[in-house]
């Protein structure tokens, strides 16, 4: 009834809607070509009801940056005061003259008052209307898409107009100009740094292998076959923890890969037997995610995050953010092919709907709709706002920045920045193919350009308002009491597919200003000697093969292969940056304690403190991520693109940071 009355009302006020007068106008977005595999179509049914959403230009946006570090930069005045999620939304909701002459302009042109809506966190107006009363709104014809590949369709236009005085308060509008077609699967990795597998699989992670011999492995003079908790302890001067304060449980991520309780229960019997068996996260589970599973089908990843962060933060506890339902998870089909969307819905009920770079909530193309309309799947609304994020967050997944486009990346982004303001640490794997993507993203050596020469930087590590964590080792032959190395394992040795840590320059985002001396100290003292370009707009030109000018990483590092590890009640050895980013984020977890014990809030984002004091940081000086047919960046003094700044010393780090306010 609704859109039988609407088209009637639509056909009512057609002679109210005037034409607009062209000198009123102006063009708010055009597009210039037709991505490949499109094609125009006919021009939509003047009576099509079509769901109007326009996003509204958020306040302060250009500025989140500078807030961000008036909290979190150890010579601020303001460092550690952090702000509410209510400040936030209100900080950066659009101004009452934006919403008001938005709003005024669409009642002017024939849109009923009570047709428009405002959504939750005041970031857009919409509304259902009439392909003629739109077409007339915005000065405009919409047409049908259809995408050759994947036979999808959509409504779209070449380009819309908006008044002069209307212009300026408006972000975009959608239905628009953009046309996405879902990304193949298996042509990128949004996947586990470390580990290649869904729950239900029965095959070994391809960076797992058995090792010799099992006793005597939790002595420290055999840390250079494995690494135990007694190593890293040792490795990072950590000492047992003692004490639980209530709000201080450190958060991890996990999607499509579960952990068993019998593999905690094994490794806590015979490497820390503080632990008591039967020791467990904290659900929180998102949009339909279940765990833990039975031993035989448990992933390496998660049972790796837990037996790591365990034995550094026990008797803190561990709250587990598993995202999504078992379809998406471990069988997602092609239209979902984004990531972590979800995940901050849950975190923050505003981002459900909130808009910026042209994107409003989630992607419709690139993340899952819920309720799920496959069967076995999470038939429940997308929740929003369900949970209280914990101050820290381990996250071992993510893929390459080629491979979704930028306004989805920078609309997240700047999420992540929202819950930096808020006072929490985010900590991501830097990946494990060097300076390259997974073999198959984009070129067959996970490389980019025409030539398949061009590195490639990881999603979502190069935004600047995360903490990026490289992987080290301890080679054989050395000790815990000697520095480590960055991690280079070729194929076969020991696993079945090459190991180096994830690290390079973005093509998204500028060097940010907290960066910016250790970067340039980079370049000046230990230059690459490769053939560059400045700035995406001349990507792969020149023979370039990076970005000089974008943000580079990993931040820091931290021990990641040889670990200890008990999956699907098997011992073995496992690696990769998703072991280093819950050893860092334990660390940090176990700083935000001794802070709580004196009654100081957390560290919040801690890069700017980090690059201001890179002492506290154990220096890595020898090692590279190869890639592209190039032996990659290599490891040097001070930061570099393969370790960062270095890995923790803890007694170091806990000074520093319980000397800021």
């Known amino acids: 009834m609704r859109f039988s009355s609407l088209a ?52 302060n946006l250009d500025k989140g940056y500078d807030y961000l570090m008036d909290v979190s930069h150890p010579d601020s005045a303001n460092y550690g005061k952090h702000w509410t999620p209510e400040q936030i939304v209100d900080m950066f909701k659009p101004a009452e003259e934006t919403i008001e002459t938005v709003r005024n302009w669409l009642i002017a042109a024939g849109i009923d008052a009570r047709r428009i809506t405002h959504s939750d966190n005041k970031g857009w107006l919409a509304f259902d209307a009439t392909t003629e009363e739109a077409e007339s709104l915005l000065q405009t014809e919409y047409h049908h898409y259809e995408h050759a590949e994947k036979g999808m369709k959509q409504k779209a236009c070449e380009e819309y107009h908006l008044p002069k005085h209307v212009q300026e308060h408006v972000d975009y509008v959608t239905p628009g100009i953009k046309l996405v077609a879902p990304i193949k699967r298996g042509t990128r990795s949004s996947e586990k740094r470390a580990i290649s597998r869904g729950g239900a699989s029965k095959t070994r992670p ?14 420290l003079s055999t840390c250079d076959v494995a690494i135990t908790p007694a190593c890293i302890k040792a490795l990072y001067q950590v000492p047992e923890a003692t004490t639980a304060v209530k ?63 365990y034995p550094l933060i026990y008797p803190q506890t561990i709250t587990l953010y598993q995202t999504d339902d078992i379809n998406v998870a471990t069988k997602p089909n092609e239209t979902t092919d984004g990531g972590f969307n979800t995940f901050l819905d849950a975190l923050d009920g505003s981002y459900c709907s909130y808009c910026a770079f042209g994107e409003c909530g989630d992607d419709p193309v690139l993340d899952p709709p819920y309720p799920d309309p496959f069967p076995g799947g999470y038939k429940g609304q997308l929740q929003c706002g369900v949970y209280k994020p914990t101050k820290v967050i381990s996250v071992s997944y993510g893929g390459q920045e080629y491979d979704l486009p930028a306004y989805y990346q920078k609309r997240q982004c700047n999420e992540f920045m929202k819950l930096g303001l808020a006072g929490h640490s985010i900590f991501y794997a830097s990946g494990d193919d060097g300076v390259a993507g997974p073999p198959g993203d984009d070129g067959s050596n996970g490389c980019l350009g025409y030539y398949s020469k061009v590195f490639s ?39 079945s597919i090459a190991f180096s840590s994830g690290g390079g320059f973005s093509n998204i985002y500028d060097v940010p200003s907290y960066q910016a001396s250790a970067v340039a100290s980079y370049f000046k003292n230990h230059d690459p000697g490769y053939p560059y370009y400045v700035g995406n707009d001349s990507f792969d030109t020149n023979g370039g093969i990076y970005n000089r000018i974008g943000r580079g990483y990993p931040d820091v590092a931290a021990n990641g292969d040889n670990i200890a590890t008990y999956n699907e009640g098997d011992f073995g050895l496992s690696g990769g940056t998703s072991a280093s980013t819950p050893i860092f984020a334990s660390i940090i977890t176990r700083i935000n304690e001794e802070r709580a014990l ?64």
């Not at 499509?256 to 589970?285: E, M, R, S, V, W």
Request: net charge negative; glycine share 10%.
């Open 206 to 219: 391809s960076k797992f292998v058995h090792p010799d011999h099992i006793e005597g492995l939790g002595d």
């Open 8 to 59: 009637v009302l639509g056909a009512l006020t057609a002679a109210a809607l005037a034409a607009p007068s062209d000198k009123h106008y102006t063009l708010h977005e055009k597009r210039h070509v037709l991505p490949a595999r499109w094609t125009k179509r006919d021009r939509v049914s003047s009576d099509s009801i079509l769901p109007m959403r326009i996003g509204l230009k958020q306040a």
């Open 598 to 661: 004196k009654g100081k809030g957390s560290v919040g984002f801690v890069n700017p403190t980090l690059y201001k004091n890179p002492s506290v940081l154990n220096d890595i000086k020898n090692g590279s991520n190869p890639g592209c047919g190039t032996i990659g960046f290599s490891a040097v003094a001070g930061w570099d693109p393969v370790s960062g700044l270095g890995t923790p010393n803890y007694p170091k780090m806990k000074k520093l940071f319980l000397s800021l306010p």
């Open 457 to 495: 930087p990881a999603w979502p590590n190069s935004c600047p308002y995360l903490t990026n964590v490289g992987a080290t080792k301890v080679y054989p032959g050395r000790t815990v009491y000697e520095p480590e190395s960055a991690v280079v394992d070729p194929i076969g040795d020991p696993y």
């Open 247 to 309: 709000g201080n449980s450190l958060g991890i991520f996990e999607e499509g890969d579960y952990y068993a309780q019998k593999d905690l229960n094994l490794f806590f019997a015979n490497f820390t037997p503080n632990i008591p068996k039967g020791t467990h996260p904290k659900p929180a589970f998102i949009d339909g995610a279940e765990a833990p599973v039975p031993v035989d089908e448990a992933g390496g990843e998660s049972d790796l995050d837990f037996e790591l962060a």
